[in-house]
């Protein structure tokens, strides 16, 4: 049995991003399920994901799903219209194919080389694709942040395979984007050594946050800005200002993604 850490508010820039970028989609589906997998000792998080998802598409209904039976137990009180806990894995015991299963800071106890059966897996459990309603399909959003959620990065995933990688960080508490190594989903932390695409990335970001130190008068926000702009030259970035100005960037999985 692990610790279950977690925190209130941690996985908050987690749920924005989710809520800003599929939000439209999970308004689309009669009955959007969301998952809350591995939700931990408390189930603030699950409580959390349904108020900031049903903001976005106010039918979603939230089920918090964990390993560990007491766990469960634990959460019951919290219980409410929109939102159950469950007992179960990556099986993702619901009824139907999820909208959307969030997985933070679960992988990070698996072993590198069981992430890519469990990405299967739980891939396989998502809403299919309706192109003729306008939904890609479900999503599957697994990744890792530091214990109050100042720095995150994670995988987003549809029925297909994966979709992205999105970094995320509270500006003023960073010296450098490559801070955020430390933070990557289990696919990738391995990963970030010479030769790897991810490292790659991560100095090219890091160059450019130097080049972009004449801004740093203008706030770290504004810094952050001129450093993804530059970014953009040379890595596909798949989002805009917007979302920059969150002290967000997100790039194609393709330009990350493992050598082998
Ligand atoms: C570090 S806690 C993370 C809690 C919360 N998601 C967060 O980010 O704050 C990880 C939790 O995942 C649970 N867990 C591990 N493997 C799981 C699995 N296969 N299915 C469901 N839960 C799992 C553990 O029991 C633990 O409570």
Known sequence: MTRGTTNPNRLRRMD??????HGAELRRVADP???DLGYG???WTAVELLHRLRAAAPRTRVVGVEIEPVRVAAAQPYAREGLVFRHGGFEVPVQ???????AANVLRQYEEREVAAVWE????????????AGFRGGLLVEGTCDEIGRRHVWVALGPEGPRTVTFATRLGSL???????ERLPKALIHRNVPGEPVHTFLRDFDRAWAA???????????RWIRAVRRLTADWPVTDGPA??????????????????
């Open 16 to 21: 924005r991003w989710i809520a800003a970028v």
């Open 175 to 181: 010296d450098r984007p490559s801070d955020l190594a």
């Open 96 to 102: 139907g194919r999820p909208a959307l299963i969030r």
């Open 121 to 132: 897996r739980l891939r396989a459990r998502l809403a299919p694709a309706d192109p003729g």
């Open 243 to 260: 979302r920059w100005r969150q002290g967000e960037v997100t790039v194609t999985w393709g330009a990350l993604a493992p050598r082998d």
């Open 41 to 43: 000792a408390a189930p």
């Open 33 to 35: 399920v969301a998952v």
């Open 212 to 222: 972009a130190a004449p801004y740093a008068s203008y706030g770290s926000r504004q």
